[in-house]
């Protein structure tokens, strides 16, 4: 591999490697939440007091 296209080659994998990590980091979020919904229950889903 030349020196020139190292640097390209290192940048997408590393490009690559960001943007899997924001997806597995979305995907845990997003499972939080809809976890944390549930826990809550229909009932107090929309904060209000009764």
């Known amino acids: 591999m030349s020196e020139r296209n190292g640097d390209r080659a290192r940048f997408q994998k590393d490009h690559k490697r960001k943007v899997r990590r924001r997806q597995r980091i979305h995907e845990l979020i997003k ?5 944390a ?4 229950g229909p009932s107090n889903a929309t904060g209000g007091q009764s």
């Open 31 to 35: 499972a939080l939440r809809t976890r």
């Open 37 to 40: 919904l549930t826990s809550i």
